[in-house]
């Protein structure tokens, strides 16, 4: 079993999201998958069972557990895929459901990959969940984007929303892990997906993954596609639109992530991003 290492979201293997990639998974157990994802020691490792033409199983690993989806490490497969068997269109069957990715060659020659998610959903954010949340994170009320109201997003994986109006209180990030995780643990949740809105089609984010062992994420394709279900879902962006995610930058990994939110309710929301071998 070999396992790759690429970067996603960055052309640069300094920047982006670190993934594992298992090309070929077949007959590995689930115990084997962990430790390896452990061993990796990065936020996924993505683990690649063929399943008929054009079509492939993927199941995502953290560190401490699997995963429903991942949008970083299916990026990171599409390209590594591509590298070795062209580029095109693949139906991925993840655990959240069918994720079509399609790779193709930039201008500049860089392979590029898109994913089109599962559909989002929205939900309300419990106010006791919220309020405890808060106080983990140490913001108040007063630190919201009153035009971006919490609540909780699906594109694959649920991430609760929660926007700021200060690039500055992005930026300062400190919070009890253990207590996180539990919270985090018990409502289901893969990622706090933290944001602000710098225009009304780029934003910034970050996300802390306690769940899986990791202090914050450089680069979450899957809240990226969770937040632009979000958006529409609550009328926030006018529809069709295509938004860029600036994320990890205050972890030394900058990341760009490219969200395309079609018009049609339910429908699936495409993540755009570039890897590149480590």
């Given at each position: 079993?070999?396992?790759?290492?690429?970067?996603?979201?960055?052309?640069?293997?300094?920047?982006?999201?670190?993934?594992?990639?298992?090309?070929?998974?077949?007959?590995?157990?689930?115990?084997?998958?962990?430790?390896?994802a452990a061993e990796v020691g990065y936020s996924e490792t993505a683990f690649v069972r063929e399943a008929g033409e054009?079509?492939?199983?993927?199941?995502?690993?953290?560190?401490?557990?699997?995963?429903?989806?991942?949008?970083?490490?299916?990026?990171?497969?599409?390209?590594?895929?591509?590298?070795?068997?062209?580029?095109g269109r693949l139906l991925l069957r993840t655990a959240a459901g069918p994720v079509t990715v399609t790779t193709d060659?930039?201008?500049?020659?860089?392979?590029?990959?898109?994913?089109?998610?599962?559909?989002?959903?929205?939900?309300?954010?419990?106010?006791?969940?919220?309020?405890?949340?808060?106080?983990?994170?140490?913001?108040?009320?007063?630190?919201?984007?009153?035009?971006?109201?919490?609540?909780?997003?699906?594109?694959?994986?649920?991430?609760?929303?929660?926007?700021?109006?200060?690039?500055?209180?992005?930026?300062?990030?400190?919070?009890?892990?253990?207590?996180?995780?539990?919270?985090?643990?018990?409502?289901?949740?893969?990622?706090?997906?933290?944001?602000?809105?710098?225009?009304?089609?780029?934003?910034?984010?970050?996300?802390?993954?306690?769940?899986?062992?990791?202090?914050?994420?450089?680069?979450?394709?899957?809240?990226?596609?969770?937040?632009?279900?979000?958006?529409?879902?609550?009328?926030?962006?006018?529809?069709?639109?295509?938004?860029?995610?600036?994320?990890?930058?205050?972890?030394?990994?900058?990341?760009?992530?490219?969200?395309?939110?079609?018009?049609?309710?339910?429908?699936?929301?495409?993540?755009?991003?570039?890897?590149?071998?480590?």
């Amino acid at each position: 079993m070999e396992t790759l290492r690429y970067v996603a979201f960055s052309s640069d293997p300094k920047g982006g999201n670190p993934a594992g990639v298992v090309l070929d998974a077949s007959g590995t157990d689930d115990a084997a998958m962990l430790a390896t994802a452990a061993e990796v020691g990065y936020s996924e490792t993505a683990f690649v069972r063929e399943a008929g033409e054009g079509s492939l199983d993927v199941r995502y690993f953290s560190p401490l557990a699997e995963v429903p989806f991942c949008g970083h490490a299916t990026i990171a497969t599409a390209v590594a895929h591509a590298e070795r068997h062209g580029t095109g269109r693949l139906l991925l069957r993840t655990a959240a459901g069918p994720v079509t990715v399609t790779t193709d060659r930039a201008a500049d020659g860089a392979l590029v990959a898109t994913l089109v998610s599962v559909p989002p959903r929205t939900v309300p954010l419990d106010e006791g969940d919220l309020a405890e949340l808060l106080a983990i994170l140490g913001w108040s009320a007063d630190d919201l984007d009153p035009a971006l109201p919490p609540r909780v997003a699906f594109a694959g994986a649920w991430h609760p929303v929660l926007a700021t109006a200060s690039r500055e209180r992005l930026a300062d990030l400190d919070y009890d892990m253990p207590t996180l995780a539990a919270l985090m643990t018990g409502r289901d949740w893969t990622t706090i997906d933290l944001v602000h809105r710098e225009s009304p089609t780029v934003y910034h984010a970050r996300n802390p993954f306690p769940p899986g062992g990791v202090v914050e994420d450089p680069a979450t394709g899957a809240a990226a596609a969770a937040f632009g279900g979000y958006l529409r879902e609550l009328e926030l962006v006018p529809v069709p639109a295509t938004l860029t995610i600036h994320q990890g930058v205050d972890m030394g990994r900058p990341s760009t992530i490219t969200v395309t939110v079609p018009a049609q309710a339910g429908s699936g929301i495409g993540v755009t991003g570039t890897a590149v071998r480590i």
